[in-house]
């Protein structure tokens, strides 16, 4: 069975930093693109980042460049977004999702607040 | 990266039919044929309806269907039933392993 588990979500102040995690199980972890794709509340989806199969390929929204990193390490099975310089804009819900024939498997999220 | 536009909302009876539409531009949507549809309960993950434009996922109840042209995917539900009452979002490759979400459509059965 496919999981994917997002966690280091919380409530931060403006310019901070905060790195999430997505723990995956239940397939070959390094066969898949990973992407992260948030939702502000009461808002629609928005594509935030991928992240190639092996790494060696990244590609973000112009919303988060340079200050948001997409990694991952195929060892652990485990993806991540480092997120730098954070705006009130920022709060969402933010999901991990694993591409599979260019459509998506989701995790449930994890809640970014930035508040002051 | 426009998100691509959805009606905000579509309402019908219980075995009426609906359609979504979904417009990009030849970038995304008219560019490949590479369009997901996603269901979305409140406070629930979106889950996969369609792919590939018309494609259904095993699981996913046939009254579910896709469908492309030009610039502008489909997504219509056949015999809407209660449970059909969701948000629901196209998404388009964009390129460069990209994606681009819609504006997202509530879908209200009356």
């Known amino acids: 069975q496919v999981q994917l588990v997002e966690s280091g979500g919380g409530v931060v102040q403006p310019g901070t930093s905060l790195r999430l995690s997505c723990v995956t199980s239940g397939f070959t972890f390094s066969n898949y693109p990973l992407h992260w794709v948030r939702q502000a509340p009461g808002e629609g989806l928005e594509w935030v980042a991928v992240?190639?199969?092996?790494?060696?390929?990244?590609y973000y929204a112009d919303s988060v460049k340079g200050r948001f990193t997409i990694s991952r390490d195929n060892s652990k099975g485990t993806q991540y977004l480092q997120m730098n310089s954070l705006r009130h804009e920022d709060t969402a819900m933010y999901y991990c999702?694993?591409?599979?024939?260019?459509?998506?498997?989701w995790g449930r999220g994890t809640l970014v607040t930035v508040s002051s | 990266q426009s998100a691509l536009t959805q009606p905000r909302s579509v309402s019908g009876s219980p075995g009426q039919s609906v359609t979504i539409s979904c417009t990009g531009t030849s970038s995304d949507v008219g560019g490949y044929n590479y369009v997901s549809w996603y269901q979305q309960h409140p406070g629930k993950a979106p889950k996969l309806m369609i792919h590939?434009?018309?494609k259904r996922p095993s699981g996913v109840p046939g009254h579910f269907s896709g469908s492309k042209s030009g610039n502008t995917a489909y997504l219509t539900i056949s015999g809407l039933q209660a449970e059909d009452e969701a948000d629901y979002y196209c998404?388009?490759?964009?390129?460069?392993?990209?994606?681009?979400f819609g504006t997202g459509t509530k879908v209200t059965v009356l």
């Open positions: 992240i190639s199969y092996d790494g060696t390929n990244k």
């Open positions: 999702a694993r591409e599979v024939n260019t459509a998506m498997d």
């Open positions: 590939d434009v018309t």
């Open positions: 998404c388009s490759y964009a390129g460069s392993y990209s994606f681009v």
